[in-house]
T-cell receptor, first 109, second 115 residues
Framework: DAKTTQPPSMDCAEGRAANLPCNHS???????VYWYRQIHSQGPQYIIH???NNETNEMASLIITEDRKSSTLILPHATLRDTAVYYC??????????FGGGTRLMVKP | EAGVTQFPSHSVIEKGQTVTLRCDPI?????LYWYRRVMGKEIKFLLH????????ESGMPNNRFLAERTGGTYSTLKVQPAELEDSGVYFC?????????????FGNGTRLTVT
């Protein structure tokens, strides 16, 4: 699986959009981009995933660049409950996910 | 629908003892996974069941760990004998389909402390 690079931490004001970047420059054509998050003392929570096209669901939007070497997770109106560690994972090997260090997002009032 | 449930939520045992963790996947999910995070490290894959068969157990650290999924429903992970370095949080996950286009749904984990 391709390796991902994420900033270790980010801050966001409550009510504003949180834009979390991820670089995956070695991604191959059959690898999906997944985002999970882990809120303190809970298990990882699935957010969204995509292959080539941008995706949106009730939680977030995923923007994948045309060359697929990077992506951005967008939380349109961040709340205090969105404070968590966010993991960007690229996956082609079934479901053996490789978690890195993620981005610690702090939403501030 | 009920999510992935794990039992117990916490377990404290002494070195050398045995502990058995249980995971109940989402109903209808054939795929079941075990992951763990040990102190200060990243979440790591342990193994993957498809129904009752072990699809991939490449992440199992050693033969003190035994995972079973008899009947293809719930799964157990036994650690025998437990060592100090086994302390951490053990997560179970399940997915409906096999393959990279099927999200995993995780439980809240079992926090294991070996003293």
């Amino acid at each position: 699986d391709a390796k991902t690079t994420q900033p270790p931490s980010m801050d966001c004001a409550e009510g504003r959009a949180a834009n979390l970047p991820c670089n995956h420059s070695t991604i191959s054509g059959n690898e999906y981009v997944y985002w999970y998050r882990q809120i303190h003392s809970q298990g990882p929570q699935y957010i969204i995933h995509g292959l080539k096209n941008n995706e949106t669901n009730e939680m977030a939007s995923l923007i994948i660049t045309e060359d697929r070497k990077s992506s951005t997770l967008i939380l349109p109106h961040a709340t205090l409950r969105d404070t968590a560690v966010y993991y960007c994972i690229v996956n082609n090997a079934g479901n053996m996910l490789t978690f890195g260090g993620g981005t610690r997002l702090m939403v501030k009032p | 629908e009920a999510g992935v449930t794990q039992f117990p939520s916490h377990s404290v045992i002494e070195k050398g003892q045995t502990v058995t963790l249980r995971c109940d996947p989402i109903s209808g999910h054939d795929n079941l996974y075990w992951y763990r995070r040990v102190m200060g490290k990243e979440i790591k894959f342990l193994l993957h069941f498809v129904k009752e068969s072990k699809q991939d157990e490449s992440g199992m650290p050693n033969n003190r760990f035994l995972a079973e999924r008899t009947g293809g429903t719930y799964s157990t992970l036994k650690v025998q004998p437990a060592e100090l370095e086994d302390s951490g949080v053990y997560f179970c996950a399940s997915s409906h389909l096999t393959g990279p286009n099927s999200p995993l749904h995780f439980g809240n984990g079992t926090r294991l402390t070996v003293t």
